[in-house]
């Protein structure tokens, strides 16, 4: 079992800055990819980025150049540094970790980012 943790969430104004945090935990060498995905109200929940193990990250179009994900393999945690942020960027954003083998993802609980003025 792996259980994910994220934190960091919270009210920023538009053309602000967060940064969010996964702290991962139990059968940490049982995970692949890691992902950040977002939902907003009444919308399908979306990923916004990955990492490989191998540290190779992709981003949805509409954040690439204001994202920035990354891992911490010695704290055993994952970040979505959050930069120029927009209100169209207001959504609960959910850690993901995708197992080595056969099984079905794990996610947090999400976090929720309110971008507004």
């Known amino acids: 079992q792996v259980q994910l943790v994220e934190s960091g969430g919270g009210l920023v104004q538009p053309g602000g800055s967060l940064r969010l945090s996964c702290a991962a935990s139990?059968?940490?060498?049982?995970?692949?990819?890691m992902g950040w995905y977002r939902q907003a109200p009444g919308k399908e929940r979306e990923l916004v980025a990955s990492?490989?193990?191998?540290?190779?990250?992709n981003y949805a179009d509409s954040v690439k150049g204001r994202f920035t994900m990354s891992v911490d393999n010695a704290k055993n945690t994952v970040s979505l540094q959050m930069n120029s942020l927009k209100p169209e960027d207001t959504a609960v954003y959910y850690c993901?970790?995708?197992?080595?083998?056969?099984?079905?993802?794990?996610w947090g609980k999400g976090t929720l980012v309110t971008v507004s003025s």
């Open positions: 139990g059968s940490i060498f049982g995970i692949n990819v």
């Open positions: 990492i490989t193990p191998s540290g190779r990250t």
């Open positions: 993901n970790a995708r197992p080595i083998y056969n099984g079905p993802p794990y």
